[in-house]
């Protein structure tokens, strides 16, 4: 094949030393919330209404609102929720590990008063990895929510790492407006944050681990399998079965991701994916989704382009530095980034046991990549300001290209590493975007690095690595 | 005037046999040698007798089952003050004032102190004895089996009953620890070795070797028989990584047997308290059955509600929960009460409407000064709420609509009380009055 000078199996570490490094776009700048003294604050529920009230659910089983920048609690005593929803009627929907509950303010005294249960058909064993992320609610009221495999419960049924005793563990479901709970797709390991676009198509990701090579964003429809086999046992197929598949069976229900996003230098243990429907009140990235991380402390952006009807897009790093681990991300009517955070049993680079932060943009237009889009010959990749011409040559991008294959392992290294033969690189007229000509293939995760590029006004990026992953090519 | 009863006394002191006729009543105060009060300790009714005290005075600090509260655990080897009989008699004679503790030499006479003490005395548990030997840098191809069988580099006593693998010193270690296990007289209990891995744990009980169950979560869990038992714990570290802790654990019980297992369970205590109004929690609930809902009411008597049967399935005194080990690290351990069980049961005490639960299932629940409970199909609904009345009993209320004409009965786990007006009590069931089919209550106690 053109453009291939050779071939490793092994996995390439050149870029582990960036995710440690501080990514810090110019513009951007966190801002750490204060939180309740004495309380603690592990946010991993997180919702902001229109009127800009913040609704979060603590880690320790609390509701709290910021109003005017005071804390107050709202309710107590839940099970280590990991997801909220502010609802369209003002109740607040928790996503807790043992049901999805509605909370009620039956008063008016700002105090949840009831707790509906909305539904709790699928089952709980105490299992302290059997979190329950979501809920999300579509333009007809249904909701949806998703359901975390165990980690060694006894008994359970495991082919690695994770496991499940039944009862839709490992699934998403949704939930008719009468309560009717409804198993809707399977296969996820950790799917620690769900997210609906603005077209409302559903979203989740899905952490590495056994049966994950690297983390993941999947476009959830129903019926559709991601991959884990041992949610499997609640779609008809017996232990002994699931057991003697060969992973070609299985690889053959499996959907693929739209996005990998590789471990270690983008992300290990990221949150739920945010669109930034700011229009531009966020900078440059408007439509794009941004995504917090756990262990890596960071942010990290992913663009998607649809190639004949297949989800597919970018990832790259945006910010790190955070003081905990990232795993919720909500936008604020006023166009600031909020974060909650959590470091509790899952170590953070931020070091802090949990906190909130958020990421306001100054308008100062900052130089990075804006995104990838493949072409038929290769990519277009974007920047957010016109670049200095004179320092483009056909080493300004270097592009390899691998991928991640589909095994019980507990990660994987990339796989099938090829550095790649840039044919041609130039300019296009608007100035700000490089078309770059390299040989296309699917089923592969194409690796950017930006040298020596500069913009017209000499700044650098502070992210030259980015990632690309092909599903589908523009032409045969 | 001695009030000892002669009977009893006679046993343990001939010394003292002739003067129960109160003669030389000041030989009555002579203090009982430890062997006297370690004999007291075998005598059924001297051991009743000082646990009925026990539990009219000392329970309110030292907690129901003397695992401490605002005053020490007095089930452990660690006694700050001398845990010799005579000793710990000593203590209860002449309080520490200054400490909270009031001089029980004033409130009790002598008799009602030894039986006390021989109370005190029937309900250790944990390590006595206990002792180890460290073996550094061991051939790579020792057998965590052969441990015991090595000539060791240094060893001592653990006069504290913890197991404390830190007094190796090298990066590579085996050791081996020794002692008498007390286990409690009742009940199924384990040894429980957590973050082991099975090639480096070797377990001997009175001289047998152990195969240890799966608890899950990384846990071994090595069955232990009532009673005094000879304990060999053999440890192999075998990399950075290899740490164990060690407990005892029954039914109702999480004992620390080892100086990390002793300082994770103090670093996870997280009380839930209730002040002024009931307080409702879920959480994994050590007993409960998965998704149940806890409720705390102002002066310590708490239930808890399982919404998959919708049943009562705990009820128990004293403080509410301690979160702690549900809410430290990745939250793998269950929430402990800390109080003690009235009982708990699944289903527990389960309202059925012709012989079968009411469908349509949980519904919701309410806060408040009243925590209630809701359940069933729109038109047939029950409601459960509950408030104290009395320190140990709990009076349930049942409000139903739409069933008047089914037959109501409530399902009574064993080894409880259950009194209602509005029924009839028959073979571990209520049956609920006809005319009380839309509202009943019951009190339920020991």
Redesign the interface.
Known sequence: MAGTVFLLTASVGSSIALAQETIAPEGYSIRTIETPEGV?FGVTGLDIDTDGVVWVAT???DVWYNQNGEWSQFA?????PTGLLRDDDGSIVVA????LTRLVD?DGDWK??????IT?GFE??????EYHYGPLKDARGYYYGALNLDH???GTFSLGAMGSSGGYRGWTYRVHPDGTFEPWASGMRSPAGMGMSPRGELFYIDNQGDWVGTSKLHLIEKGKFFGHPVSLVDRGFSVEHIRGATTDDLDRLRQEPVVWIPHNEVANSPGNPEWDTTQGGFGPFAGQIFVGDQTQSNIFRISLQKVKGVYQGMVVNFMNGFQSGNIRLRFHPDGSLWVGQTG???ASKGGRPYGMQKVVWDGTNPFEIRDIKLTDTGFAISFTEELDRSLIDLDTVSVSRFRYPYRSDYGSPKTDVEHLDVQSTHLLVDRKTLSVKVPLMTGRVYEFEINRLRSASGRKVSVSQAFYTVNNLISP | MCTLRGQVWRRFSRAIVWSASGALSSLCFAELSDADLRALSQDPLAVAAGKATYQSMCFSCHGQQLEGGTGFDLRDGEWKHGGNPSQILTSIRNGFPDKGMVAFGAVYDETTLNQLVAYILTEQIGFRGLSYRTYENPPTALKVSQVAKTRASKGGDLPMGYIDVSLAESERYAMVFEGALLVPKEGEHVLKVVQAKEPEIFVEIDGAVQTPR?????ELHYPVANGQRAIRLSYLKRNEKSKIQVFLQGETLLLPLSEVARKRMAATLFPVTVAERP??????IDNLP??SIAVGYPGGLNYGYS??TNSIVGLWQGEFLN?GPN?D????D?SRIMGSWIFFDSPGIQLLANGEPVEG????????DRPTFEYGEKKRRVVVSAEPAGPSVMRFQFELSGLARQRIVLRIPEGITIESEDGAVLAGRLIVDRAKRSRFSITVSK
């Open positions: 603690r880690r320790i089983g107590s005593g839940l099970h280590e807790q590990k043992p049901e039956v949840a008063d009831e707790f509906h249960q709790s709980f064993h105490d299992n302290y990895h060694r419960a006894p509790r049993g899952w | 799966d608890g899950g979560n990384a307080v409702v929690v879920r959480k994994k998965p998704k919404p998959v979160i809410i690290g990745r939250g793998k269950p299932g949980f519904k919701k629940y309410a806060v408040g």
